[in-house]
Structure formats: structure tokens, C-alpha cells
T-cell receptor, first 113, second 114 residues
Framework: DAGITQSPRHKVTETGTPVTLRCHQT?????MYWYRQDPGHGLRLIHY???????DKGEVSDGYSVSRSKTEDFLLTLESATSSQTSVYFC????????????FGQGTRLTVV | QKEVEQNSGPLSVPEGAIASLNCTYS??????FFWYRQYSGKSPELIMF????GDKEDGRFTAQLNKASQYVSLLIRDSQPSDSATYLC??????????????FGTGTQLKVEL
């Protein structure tokens, strides 16, 4: 299995509080991604990173920010959590080679109450 | 308009039969196409990918791609109860530098019955 660890695995937080999810990889892959998965919408890309301090937005980036200070860590922050951000969040990694596999982490189930 | 369309199912097939899962996409510039399997409460895991027109076989799985029709399918031969899962079609439009910009369908739930 690809070495991807997400933390925490489960979290319940209150509306308006900041939340940070962590993705850690041991594969030294250049690309890292954050997706959210919701019923009826499938997996949707939030943000991605193509190197240390290099990030870009995905299709559902509003309300989220990311940071990558080291190759192995990619953080997703909800600055002020809302109930619409209740979801399952997946981190993924891939090499910098076109058309290669993206490996997914175990997921983080976030509930905003 | 959804960019990647899949029938949500459930698709029920008897054990030993062929399961056929279908996916259509709208972006003609898409470069490659991935099939992921996802068990309930688990993360997606890659089954196979294809980027050239035609068929690609890997064990009991065959992916078929028709770029002119913007259609990709996955066939599972000799279906087993352990194949019961949700199958996600993902279309890659690529990122500068070689990363994957994957757009996923909502998935088809497959049930293999004894």
C-alpha cells in the first residue's frame, strides 16, 4: 500500500471553528491532492500541490486553504467551518508522470455541528 | 451538466456472470481514464486505467475506451461476491508538469449475488 496517512480519521467540530486536516506521505511523490466526497457528487478536487509551497485551486476551493511546507505534508484548513463542509475528505498522491495512478489515503470523516 | 456520467445502480449480477459498468464524459481533451473500486467506508483503490482506444485486459477486468463516442467501460468477468462495491470512473485532463486532474463520476454500485 502507498504510504499515505491522514489525521485525524474522525472529527466533530462546531460551526465557525477552524479545522486542519493533515496528509502525510512517505513516497516522495511530487503531487498531493485534497478531495471531498459527498453523496450524489462523487469525489471533487478541493486543492492540489505540485511541490513545496506550490499549490493551486480545484473545483470546490471556496472556504478552504492549503499549505505544503515539506514534501511529505499537505495540510487542508477550514478557516471557519460550516455545516456544508461536513464530508469525507481524502488525500491523494501521484508522481509527476502523466497518466499514472493516484493513491488515496484512508479518509477523514468531518462533521460540523 | 455533469462532466462524467455513471449510472448509480445498483447493478445486480449473479455470481460468475459478466458485470458491465459504463461511463461517459464530456471533455474531449481528456487524456486517460481510470477505474477505481471503493468498498463502503473505505478509500478508492485503482483497478486499472486506459488511455488508448480499444480494450485493455488485466486478469478478470477489461477496460474499453472509445474516444470518438466519449465512452469508457469496465467489464468484470466471473463476478465474485467480493466484487460487490462502488465503481468510480475518473477522467484525467492532466496538469502541467505531469499531475492528474481527475474528474470523478458519482459511481455505480455493483452487487454480486450468490
Amino acid at each position: 500500500d502507498a504510504g499515505i496517512t491522514q489525521s485525524p480519521r474522525h472529527k466533530v467540530t462546531e460551526t465557525g471553528t477552524p479545522v486542519t486536516l493533515r496528509c502525510h506521505q512517505t513516497e516522495n511523490h511530487r503531487y498531493m491532492y485534497w478531495y471531498r466526497q459527498d453523496p450524489g457528487h462523487g469525489l471533487r478536487l478541493i486543492h492540489y500541490s505540485y511541490g513545496v509551497k506550490d499549490t493551486d485551486k480545484g473545483e470546490v476551493s471556496d472556504g478552504y486553504s492549503v499549505s505544503r511546507s515539506k514534501t511529505e505534508d499537505f495540510l487542508l484548513t477550514l478557516e471557519s467551518a460550516t455545516s456544508s463542509q461536513t464530508s469525507v475528505y481524502f488525500c491523494a498522491i501521484s508522481e509527476a508522470t502523466p497518466n499514472t495512478e493516484a493513491f488515496f489515503g484512508q479518509g477523514t470523516r468531518l462533521t460540523v455541528v | 451538466q455533469k462532466e462524467v456520467e455513471q449510472n448509480s445502480g445498483p447493478l445486480s449480477v449473479p455470481e460468475g456472470a459478466i458485470a458491465s459498468l459504463n461511463c461517459t464524459y464530456s471533455d474531449r481533451g481528456s487524456q486517460s481514464f481510470f477505474w477505481y473500486r471503493q468498498y463502503s467506508g473505505k478509500s478508492p483503490e485503482l483497478i486499472m486505467f486506459i488511455y488508448s482506444n480499444g480494450d485493455k485486459e488485466d486478469g478478470r477486468f477489461t477496460a474499453q475506451l472509445n474516444k470518438a463516442s466519449q465512452y469508457v467501460s469496465l467489464l468484470i468477468r466471473d463476478s465474485q461476491p467480493s466484487d460487490s462495491a462502488t465503481y468510480l470512473c475518473a477522467v484525467n485532463s492532466g496538469l502541467t508538469g505531469g499531475g492528474n486532474k481527475l474528474t470523478f463520476g458519482t459511481g455505480t454500485q455493483l452487487k454480486v449475488e450468490l
